[in-house]
C-alpha cells in the first residue's frame, strides 16, 4: 500500500528565507508524486508534480521539487518565501488507475508559517 | 485541464439527516475519486466512482453511510447519512484527466452537523 510521510507539521520562517518541505513516501512502483497548496478556507491548487523524466521539477510560484528515487523523497523548495506562501502545504502519491484517473493518497501536511 | 463545480459549497445539518453533495465536470472523465478532510486533518480518499459500476470504497467507509451515484461520464453525488457530528468536514471530489495525469480538486463541501 502506498503511503506519505510529511515529518514536519509547523515550520515557521522569516519572510525572504529559503523554504525546504520533506516527503517521504512509499510505493511499490515508479510513483506519481504531487504537492498541492491549500490556503484557508480555499481548495486545492497543485504547485506541481513529477511522473517521469527529470528529477527536479518545476512549479508554479516559483517552487520546484526534487525525485530522489534512492532516498524515496520529494522534497518541495523555494529560494525565497514571501508572506503569503504562508498556508499548509499536502504532498501526495498517486496510482494511477486503467480507467484514467489518479487515486491520492496525502501525507499530513505541513503548516508554513512566515514570519515579517 | 477539468472545472469542478460542488454543491452546495456549505451547509450546517441536523444530526441524524442525510445531505447530498453534487459534483459536475467539464468534461467527460471515467474516474471520479471523493476524499474527506476532517478538521485539522489531511485527505483522505472515500471511494472511487466508475460510470456505470458500483463504487469501491475505501477501508473504513461503507456504502450504508456514504452511498454514491455515478449516473454519466460529468457528474456524481455523494451522500452523508444519518449524520453524526463526527461527520463535519471538507468533503471533495476530484477527477483525473488520461492525458497528463493530473488530478484536479473541486473547491469543496464544508458539512458541519450540529
Known amino acids: 500500500a502506498q503511503s506519505v510521510t510529511q515529518p514536519d507539521i509547523h515550520i515557521t520562517v522569516s519572510e525572504g528565507a529559503s523554504l525546504e518541505l520533506r516527503c517521504n513516501y512509499s510505493?511499490?512502483?515508479?510513483?506519481?508524486l504531487f504537492w498541492y497548496v491549500q490556503s484557508p478556507g480555499q481548495g486545492l491548487q497543485l504547485l506541481l508534480k513529477?511522473?517521469?523524466?527529470?528529477?527536479l521539477v518545476q512549479g508554479i510560484k516559483g517552487f520546484e521539487a526534487e525525485f530522489k528515487r534512492s532516498q524515496s523523497s520529494f522534497n518541495l523548495r523555494k529560494p525565497s518565501v514571501h508572506w503569503s506562501d504562508a498556508a499548509e502545504y499536502f504532498c501526495?502519491?498517486?496510482?494511477?488507475?486503467?480507467?484514467?484517473?489518479?487515486?491520492?493518497?496525502f501525507g499530513t501536511g505541513t503548516q508554513l508559517k512566515v514570519e515579517l | 485541464s477539468a472545472v469542478i463545480s460542488q454543491k452546495p459549497s456549505r451547509d450546517i445539518c441536523q444530526r441524524g439527516t442525510s445531505l447530498t453533495i453534487q459534483c459536475q465536470v467539464d468534461?467527460?472523465?471515467?474516474?471520479m475519486f471523493w476524499y474527506r478532510q476532517q478538521p485539522g486533518q489531511s485527505l483522505t480518499l472515500i471511494a472511487t466512482?466508475?460510470?456505470?459500476?458500483?463504487?469501491?470504497?475505501e477501508s473504513g467507509f461503507v456504502i450504508d453511510k456514504f452511498p454514491i451515484s455515478r449516473p454519466n461520464l460529468t457528474f456524481s453525488t455523494l451522500t452523508v447519512s444519518n449524520m453524526s457530528p463526527e461527520d463535519s468536514s471538507i468533503y471533495l471530489c476530484?477527477?483525473?484527466?488520461?492525458?497528463?495525469?493530473?488530478?484536479?480538486f473541486g473547491q469543496g463541501t464544508r458539512l458541519t452537523v450540529v
Open positions: 476530484s477527477v483525473g484527466d488520461p492525458l497528463n495525469t493530473e488530478a484536479f
Open positions: 510505493y511499490g512502483a515508479t510513483p506519481y
Open positions: 513529477y511522473f517521469s523524466g527529470d528529477t
Open positions: 501526495a502519491v498517486g496510482a494511477w488507475l486503467t480507467g484514467g484517473g489518479n487515486k491520492l493518497t
Open positions: 468534461s467527460q472523465v471515467t474516474m
Open positions: 466512482a466508475n460510470q456505470g459500476s458500483e463504487a469501491t470504497y
